[in-house]
């Protein structure tokens, strides 16, 4: 009743939702991702240095300069994209923030964005918030490619924007250079800003496509706001430090919105995020042996209890087709699947009919995460067993 109408439609969101009834069930909860384990030494100490120096008060509303000048640097290194430290990056509490700033800054009521589903619950409350319409263009499995047909069709006069997941949460796809200069050649047509989450940006096993950034794209480093964070790539999603890179006129929209959002975001945590930023190659290396074993074991495992899928090509999820295995039980949704799974068996996992305009394509397939120790991934495999 008190809650407005623009967000009633969305309840709570599934993450919390399925984390408190993991909770509740004592279930190893391979549903929300997040690490169940700690973020890397060196990026701790920097946070704890912080504090003790008495970096404590608000930080530049656009972020610190020196991390924004760390977050250039990046792009610059990983991408060869060159950004003005001062005017293209805005520092945010998260993706998640990031994701609704821009969408806030850049919308007037009833402009329209594409976006792909399934697609990260935030995405759609967030254009919700900012009073736009969305347009959906389905990713079907086996493969989760998209129909650039489809795409086409998703855009009208009133189209704005299109978001773009990759590695893409849930499905574990890495869109190819092909399917990203379709969305490209899309935006040059129309005039459309790109809005790209890449926080699973490091997070790629090396299958048929490595990560492309949209922004480096011909013509798209102008009209994209590329948006990542801390979160992933150093195991930290606590930590709620974001940024969105851009064109000094896009971030302007971003920092619009942003400026009454939050402000500025923990200061001391800035300068840690700066510091990981800068961490040497061999931990990004190390951190993605650790996730592709940590994914063959998953893979492995879910395959022989019946779930049939195609290996993620990147994030830290399993999308599954778990039909083969619930129709042994008499079940037929992804809802009831999951709470089979939470109640029976002892293991969470995400049931993503919420990701779909379309809820019937959704509820064929549950969500894994293996963002888990070893132990916790074995201690989960051990519990599935019995459905095999
Ligand atoms: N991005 C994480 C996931 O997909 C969770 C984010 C959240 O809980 N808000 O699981």
């Not at 008060?57 to 640097?73: F, P, W």
């Amino acid at each position: 009743m008190t809650v407005c109408d623009r967000l009633r439609p969305f309840g709570t969101t599934i993450f919390t939702e399925i984390s408190r009834l993991a909770a509740e069930h004592r279930a190893i909860n391979l549903a929300q991702g997040f690490p169940d384990f700690d973020g890397p030494e060196h990026v701790k100490q920097a946070a704890i240095e912080a504090v003790r120096a008495g970096h404590s008060q608000y930080a530049r509303m656009a972020g610190t300069l020196e991390l924004c000048r760390s977050v250039a640097d990046y792009f610059s290194r990983e991408a060869g994209l060159s950004f003005n430290p001062e005017t293209d990056i805005t520092v945010t509490a998260g993706c998640t923030e990031a994701i609704a700033a821009a969408l806030l800054g850049l919308l007037n009521p009833g402009d329209e964005v594409i976006l792909f589903e399934p697609y990260y619950d935030s995405y759609r409350a967030s254009v919700a918030l900012a009073g736009g319409v969305p347009r959906f263009v389905t990713l079907r499995g086996p493969g989760f490619e998209f129909d650039p047909a489809e795409l086409s069709r998703a855009v009208s006069p009133r189209t704005r924007a299109v978001l773009v997941n990759t590695p893409h949460n849930p499905t574990g796809r890495v869109f190819t250079r092909g399917e990203l200069q379709s969305i490209a050649d899309l935006c040059l047509r129309h005039g459309l800003v790109a809005i790209v989450d890449e926080v699973y940006e490091r997070l790629v096993y090396g299958g048929p496509s490595s990560h492309v950034r949209l922004a480096s794209l011909p013509g798209m480093a102008e009209r994209t706001l590329t948006l990542s964070s801390l979160g992933k790539t150093f195991s930290l999603t606590g930590w709620k430090i974001g940024w969105a890179v851009g064109p000094a006129e896009l971030s302007s929209a971003v920092r619009a919105a942003h400026q009454f959002l939050t402000f500025a975001v923990s200061t001391p945590m800035q300068h840690a995020a700066a510091a990981a930023l800068d961490s040497p190659p061999a931990y990004f290396d190390e951190l993605v042996t650790s996730y592709r074993s940590k994914r063959d074991f998953l893979a492995d495992s879910l395959r022989r209890i019946g779930f049939t899928f195609r290996d993620p090509e990147g994030s830290y999820f399993i999308y599954a087709d778990h039909r083969p295995v619930s129709a042994r039980l008499g079940l037929t949704t992804d809802v009831e699947m999951s709470k089979h799974l939470i109640e029976r068996i002892g293991v969470a996992a995400i049931p993503p009919s919420v990701f779909y305009e379309d809820k019937a394509e959704g509820s064929k397939y549950l969500r894994f995460a293996f963002c888990k120790k070893d132990e916790t991934l074995a201690a989960a495999v051990e519990r599935l067993r019995s459905l095999a």
